[in-house]
């Protein structure tokens, strides 16, 4: 019996275990949750890691923001002439405001606008012309040093280490002749194709001016009027935040790159002088308007430079040219750029070539000048957004 009261009451234990309850403690209860604290499932999308969500999420906007710029370069260039046009007037009044408003104390405001851009137009017309007349003085000793210098490449080109034989520097003059000869009629209607760009570069220029003369009288009206009839009241401070920043940077980067090309135009002409090299004159101008595209313009520039000292004054004189290149690039890249332009412009140097090759590839010659200064007016427009507005107390 007492075998049999054991195994009733093991019994009774197992059937209690298998429903979930253990002697001597107390009876579980099932509590149903509501709909609207159930845990919501986790959807297939974000059951991927986190680095991969953050780099989608970063992908797709990169693909915006591309999309967008690829939209504006497309818009700018099908109105490429008035861009530039804008873009020359932007800079002849970053360069004669100062101008401007310091005759405007003596002067009337139209006066002073005049005299600063008449002036700046006799400036520009009577070095030109200087530069024709040394030319034009010089032309017919310039050809024979020409002459000359051909003939001593060819003889430097004979002996070691290069040993080329007369019959292929002729080879290569009746190639040249030949390839003229059968491609006449294609350079003939590049020429001439070129004189619509000389048509539209009059017709840019002549825009730049009048736009200038509006930007140097009434540029602070203008952005006035921009301000208050196209902008809702919210996004007036911070439209005019970011319009101050960029012209604060547009303006010290033009005055500043101004600064360097005219101290490498300097040196330059005065090592060409020293090194009696023809056209010394020219090539400064050329040194001058080629430091505008940064890191390349000046060794272009000294590499024509160089063959002219070559075939004008011999292999010495182009080495000295040579030397000249190394210390006016170590000058402008370790001296000049950072002591003008850092309280202008703030990008590092591979920001800067970058921007340099993006803009050749995209519009030329133009797009490698205005690269520099559109990054550097990006760059201050988006610092001057994530900065925070000054409060009202400020001055």
Same mark, same amino acid.
């Given at each position: 019996?007492?075998?049999?009261?054991?195994?009733?009451?093991? @019994?009774?234990? @197992?059937?209690?275990?298998?429903? @979930?309850?253990?002697?001597?403690?107390?009876?579980?209860?099932?509590?149903?949750?509501?709909?609207?604290?159930?845990?919501?499932?986790?959807?297939?999308?974000?059951?991927?890691?986190?680095?991969?969500?953050?780099?989608?999420?970063? *992908?797709?906007?990169?693909?915006?923001?591309?999309?967008? =710029?690829?939209?504006?370069?497309? =818009?700018?260039?099908?109105?490429?002439?008035?861009?530039?046009?804008?873009? #020359?007037?932007?800079?002849?009044?970053?360069?004669?405001?100062?101008?401007?408003? $310091?005759? *405007?104390?003596?002067?009337?405001?139209?006066?002073?606008?005049?005299?600063?851009? !008449?002036?700046?137009?006799?400036?520009?017309?009577? #070095?030109?012309?200087?530069?024709?007349?040394?030319?034009?003085?010089?032309?017919?000793?310039?050809?024979?040093?020409?002459?000359?210098? +051909?003939?001593?490449?060819?003889?430097? %080109?004979?002996?070691?280490?290069?040993?080329?034989?007369?019959?292929? %520097?002729?080879?290569?003059?009746?190639?040249?002749?030949?390839?003229?000869?059968?491609?006449?009629?294609?350079?003939?209607?590049?020429?001439?194709?070129?004189?619509?760009?000389?048509?539209?570069?009059?017709? &840019?220029?002549?825009?730049?001016?009048?736009?200038?003369?509006?930007?140097?009288?009434? &540029?602070?009206?203008?952005?006035?009027?921009?301000?208050?009839?196209?902008?809702?009241?919210?996004?007036?401070?911070?439209?005019?935040?970011?319009?101050?920043? /960029?012209?604060?940077?547009?303006?010290?980067?033009?005055? &500043?790159?101004?600064?360097?090309?005219?101290?490498?135009?300097?040196?330059?002409?005065?090592? %060409?002088?020293?090194?009696?090299?023809? $056209?010394?004159?020219?090539?400064?101008?050329?040194?001058?308007?080629?430091?505008?595209?940064? %890191?390349?313009?000046?060794?272009?520039? $000294?590499?024509?430079?160089?063959?002219? *000292? $070559?075939?004008?004054?011999?292999?010495?004189?182009?080495?000295?040219?040579?030397?000249?290149?190394?210390?006016?690039?170590?000058?402008?890249?370790?001296?000049?750029?950072?002591?003008?332009?850092?309280?202008?412009?703030?990008?590092?140097?591979? +920001? !800067? /070539?970058?921007?340099?090759? /993006?803009?050749?590839?995209?519009?030329?010659?133009?797009?490698?000048?205005?690269?520099?200064?559109?990054?550097? +007016?990006?760059?201050?427009?988006?610092?001057?957004?994530?900065?925070?507005?000054?409060?009202?107390?400020?001055?």
């Amino acid at each position: 019996m007492v075998g049999d009261a054991r195994r009733r009451v093991a @019994g009774r234990g @197992g059937r209690r275990r298998a429903a @979930g309850v253990v002697l001597g403690s107390r009876p579980a209860y099932w509590v149903r949750l509501s709909a609207a604290h159930r845990p919501e499932p986790v959807p297939p999308a974000e059951r991927t890691v986190p680095w991969l969500r953050v780099a989608a999420a970063y *992908a797709w906007r990169l693909i915006v923001v591309g999309v967008g =710029v690829y939209g504006v370069f497309s =818009v700018l260039g099908s109105f490429q002439l008035i861009a530039v046009a804008l873009f #020359l007037a932007l800079v002849v009044t970053s360069v004669l405001r100062p101008l401007t408003d $310091l005759l *405007a104390r003596y002067l009337p405001r139209p006066l002073s606008v005049a005299v600063a851009l !008449v002036g700046s137009l006799v400036l520009l017309l009577g #070095l030109l012309a200087l530069v024709g007349s040394a030319v034009a003085g010089e032309s017919d000793r310039l050809t024979g040093e020409f002459r000359g210098g +051909v003939h001593r490449i060819e003889e430097w %080109l004979r002996r070691p280490p290069f040993r080329l034989g007369p019959d292929a %520097l002729s080879e290569l003059q009746r190639q040249v002749t030949k390839y003229v000869a059968a491609h006449r009629a294609s350079l003939l209607s590049s020429a001439v194709s070129q004189l619509g760009r000389v048509v539209e570069l009059v017709t &840019g220029g002549a825009l730049a001016l009048f736009a200038s003369v509006f930007f140097l009288h009434s &540029g602070e009206r203008l952005w006035g009027w921009v301000s208050e009839r196209l902008l809702p009241s919210a996004a007036r401070p911070v439209w005019d935040r970011a319009g101050r920043a /960029a012209w604060r940077t547009f303006s010290g980067y033009t005055r &500043g790159i101004i600064i360097v090309a005219g101290t490498n135009a300097v040196l330059v002409g005065v090592v %060409l002088l020293v090194l009696r090299v023809p $056209l010394a004159l020219p090539l400064t101008l050329l040194e001058f308007f080629a430091a505008f595209v940064p %890191l390349v313009g000046s060794p272009v520039a $000294l590499g024509v430079a160089t063959v002219v *000292a $070559l075939a004008g004054r011999g292999p010495l004189t182009a080495a000295g040219v040579l030397v000249l290149i190394v210390v006016i690039g170590q000058l402008e890249g370790h001296v000049l750029h950072p002591l003008v332009m850092s309280w202008a412009v703030r990008l590092h140097p591979l +920001v !800067v /070539a970058v921007s340099v090759i /993006a803009g050749s590839i995209v519009a030329g010659v133009i797009g490698a000048v205005v690269a520099v200064p559109l990054v550097s +007016v990006v760059w201050a427009v988006l610092d001057a957004l994530r900065s925070e507005p000054p409060s009202a107390a400020e001055p």
